[in-house]
């Protein structure tokens, strides 16, 4: 048996969105086990711009974010998935592009570190200039938040380089408001920083229109022609690159614990868990693809800040 046979076979042995298929359920695959929004999507499509966030996506949710790593499997779909002829795989994350690029590991991939402000791929690296020259801003910013939070547990504080994270994941719910007032008092105290909010967390990013709907936006332009953008992300930050790839692309928004949220996503996915057996289902309805395989011929590097078309 070949391996697309041996795909074919896992593929078939479930229902759609990953559940354990009832009595009488017709199997599946390709582009029909997919939710219907993505299946049209990529029945219709040339080829496939392929998005995902890390944390709460690629890699389950954890109270220590040093221990987050890649779901079970899912390092050899991104490998097969980043060879594949016309397919190009992209990694966009709120982490440092060095942090991702470690946790992730695949080759062929273009990694957007810091919401984008940050674009790796094949040992290349662009840093957006303005955030380049906030380096020094956000080291006092750390060093003071380190100060002022030091005595409330479970909060930590993480420099990114051209960003920064307050974590609180884990911090006692009557000591959050002290958390989300202290970023405040800080954050007001330096120009050129704004602050966002996350699952958990308050980021301090510089004071510049460029996010995860940006970053996906710029690739989308330097992709080969007809490759429909996916994104898969969990986050509020997501929601930028959900926005950002309407109307021809599909946005799919993994919801943990079956939480009511708003999004602009076409499809929704329950959970982290699922995210696996979406990627191996992308995978196989992506065997029907010709063209150059991820993003040979083209530099996603080339104009790395700039949304307009090469």
């Not at 021809?248 to 499809?267: C, N």
């Amino acid at each position: 048996m070949d391996r697309r046979r041996a795909r074919r076979g896992r593929a078939t042995a479930r229902g759609r969105r990953g559940r354990p298929m009832t009595a009488g359920e017709r199997p599946r695959s390709g582009a029909a086990a997919l939710p219907d929004a993505l299946a049209e999507a990529v029945t219709a499509a040339d080829g496939l711009l392929l998005g995902l966030d890390f944390d709460g996506t690629l890699a389950p949710l954890v109270d220590d974010p040093t221990a987050a790593a890649l779901a079970p499997g899912v390092d050899r779909t991104l490998r097969r998935l980043a060879t594949r002829p016309g397919v190009s795989l992209a990694v966009v994350s709120g982490r440092a592009l060095s942090d991702l690029t470690d946790r992730v590991g695949v080759d062929g991939v273009v990694y957007a570190g810091n919401h984008g402000l940050e674009l790796g791929y094949d040992g290349d690296v662009a840093v957006h200039p303005v955030a380049a020259d906030c380096r020094e801003a956000i080291d006092r910013l750390c060093a003071t938040l380190v100060d002022r939070l030091a005595d409330v547990p479970g909060c930590a504080v993480e420099n990114k380089g051209v960003t920064a994270t307050v974590h609180f994941r884990t911090t006692p719910e009557e000591s959050v408001p002290t958390v989300l007032a202290a970023v405040e008092r800080v954050a007001d105290g330096v120009g050129g920083v704004r602050v966002t909010e996350g699952n958990c967390v308050r980021e301090l990013r510089p004071a510049v229109a460029w996010d995860k709907g940006d970053a996906m936006r710029s690739l989308s332009a330097t992709a080969s022609a007809g490759r429909r953008p996916v994104y898969v992300g969990d986050d509020t930050t997501d929601e930028d690159a959900f926005t950002a790839i309407r109307p021809d692309g599909v946005g799919v928004r993994v919801v943990h614990g079956g939480a009511s949220v708003d999004t602009a996503a076409a499809v929704r996915l329950d959970g982290n868990a699922a995210v696996p057996d979406l990627l191996d289902r992308l995978d196989e309805a992506a065997d029907r693809f010709d063209g150059e395989a991820g993003w040979t011929g083209v530099d996603p590097l080339a104009a790395p800040f700039s949304t307009d078309p090469a």
